[in-house]
């Protein structure tokens, strides 16, 4: 490899680190806390429902014996 090709292999990897740079910051952007909170909220209520339906399940089958 003469240094012409090792100039351009160096301006390409340069080229993708700030292509990597843009697409994480725009990842970021894209999904924050304020935004998964909600969604933290529904999951955490729904799984709380599953688990006092099955508690007073397992309630009910060992007062009724």
């Known amino acids: 490899m003469d240094n012409d090709d090792?100039?351009?292999l160096s301006e390409n990897v340069i080229r993708l680190q700030e292509q990597v740079s843009t697409m994480q910051n725009t990842i970021?952007?894209?999904v924050?806390?304020?935004e998964f909170t909600?969604?933290?909220m529904i999951a955490y209520g729904?799984?709380?429902a599953v688990m006092s339906s099955v508690m007073m399940a397992i309630l009910a089958?060992?007062?009724i014996k």
Do not use: E, I, S, Y
């Open 6 to 8: 090792l100039r351009k």
């Open 28 to 30: 970021k952007d894209l």
């Open 32 to 34: 924050t806390r304020a």
């Open 38 to 40: 909600p969604v933290k």
């Open 46 to 48: 729904l799984a709380t």
């Open 61 to 63: 089958k060992v007062v």
